[in-house]
């Protein structure tokens, strides 16, 4: 867990280092940075990514002490005494993982699909919908955008497209890593294992890949072109590779029921995952599922508060699905134990066309303005945005 404020190496042992925060010390990897003791760094999922100048390290660290130290004392006064399910998982979240909040930059850069999910707007037979791609220069500038706005974090997310073979993903991973110090997550569905190694070997270190759910006849019927127990096994293989994962699942899907549920949570926990993620099935009119209804918010809250006590260290994401149930949802999940967020830094008329499910949130929000709610929502909640410098 790492804070978008510069730390300070204070021992490196192999390919670790500790990291000093204002006396609260963590590890990351040196793998993407050559470091010495004494350097500051910003270290993101695990990772040291970047170097800071000294001057402007203790320039930055002596603005935030203040607040630092602030946010923790809010953070814990709101999770004191629990009474109930949420907030005794609130409070598990803040003495196993403080007040620290992953806030990760999305970038949707196709929406084309080769498969056809039962439950998503963008699946291959949804022909009504108006299909884009970005390409090299435009995913480039997108990111420069992200990363002057301070994401330190982005996940590069597409439909399963063809379009990108293994050289032109390489090349993408690879440029982004050379300009700009970004935790780059890939979000590009089911590749071979070779490909995912030549984006490890050009920077990547995330995947993000949901099983959506571990019920073989649900998956069966809902995600028809592809296979859960392969699924399941390139991400436990992705995971030997070294990368970080993020995976989870859908709630509400046709004939679920409450077994599911926590044997999903249970899987989700089997696969070493660095980030939970749990959406709500939203049913899309363009779509075989558009007359099933939806899960309601109180039932995806008590997913997470479940998932947290069951998984005490884990980072619980609050999905943009579950921020579209409900203006209010984003605090209700912090407070019910999630502890990470997204900001989508698509640019803006390309966002409602990655349509997996309708009136997306966020889709109309600017950046800047979406960035300045998260980050009043967090203070408000003494917490500490950790992907974005502030
Ligand atoms: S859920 Fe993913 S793999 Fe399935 S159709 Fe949508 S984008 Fe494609």
């Known amino acids: 867990m790492c804070y978008a404020i510069p730390g300070k190496i ?9 990291v000093d925060y204002y006396g609260e010390q963590k590890k990351a ?5 050559e470091v010495q003791i004494g350097d500051y760094v910003y270290a993101q999922g695990g990772f040291l990514i970047q170097k800071v100048p000294p001057k402007e390290a203790h320039d930055i660290l002596s603005d935030w002490e203040e607040l630092f130290f602030k946010l923790q004392e809010k953070d814990k006064k709101l999770s004191a005494h629990p009474k109930n399910l949420y ?4 409070a598990i979240r803040q003495q196993n993982q403080g007040n620290s909040c992953c806030v990760h930059g999305i970038l949707e850069f196709s929406n084309y699909c080769r498969q056809n999910c039962l439950y998503c707007g963008i699946r291959r037979d949804n022909k009504e919908l108006t299909r884009y791609r970005l390409e090299i220069p435009q995913i480039l500038e997108s990111v420069k955008y992200a990363y002057d706005l301070g994401f330190k974090a982005l996940v590069l997310q597409s439909g399963e497209d063809p379009y990108y073979d293994d050289d032109k993903l390489e090349t993408i991973v690879k440029t982004i890593r050379e300009k700009y110090p970004v935790l780059l997550f890939v979000s590009i569905g089911e590749r071979s294992l070779s490909a995912y190694r030549r984006l490890y070997d050009a920077g990547a270190r995330g995947v993000l890949m949901r099983f959506e759910t571990c019920n073989p006849d649900a998956y069966k019927k809902v995600k028809p072109d592809s296979d859960l127990q392969n699924r399941l096994q390139l991400i436990r293989d992705l995971r030997k590779m070294g990368y970080l994962i993020v995976t989870g699942f859908l709630v509400g899907l046709p004939g679920e029921d409450k077994k ?8 989700t926990a089997s696969l070493d995952a660095e980030m939970f993620s749990f959406g709500p099935f939203i049913p899309h009119p363009q779509t075989p599922l558009a007359e099933t209804p ?11 508060a479940e998932a947290r006590l069951m998984n005490p260290e884990s ?3 609050v999905t943009t699905a579950l921020e579209t149930l409900d203006q209010d949802a984003a605090r209700q999940g912090l407070l019910a134990g999630a502890n990470s967020l997204m900001i989508n830094v698509t640019p803006p008329k390309y966002r409602k066309l990655y349509d997996i499910y309708p009136q997306r949130f966020g889709t109309d929000l600017d950046t800047q303005e979406h960035i300045d709610r998260v980050i009043g929502l967090l203070k408000s909640l003494g917490r500490a945005p950790t992907d974005l410098s502030v």
């Open 294 to 304: 939806m899960p309601k918010l109180t039932k995806l809250l008590r997913v997470i």
């Open 87 to 90: 907030e005794r998982a609130n």
């Open 315 to 317: 980072r619980i994401l």
């Open 10 to 18: 204070i021992e490196l042992n192999d390919r670790t280092a500790t």
């Open 29 to 33: 990897y040196t793998d993407l940075l």
């Open 260 to 267: 599911d549920i926590l044997e999903n949570i249970k899987l």
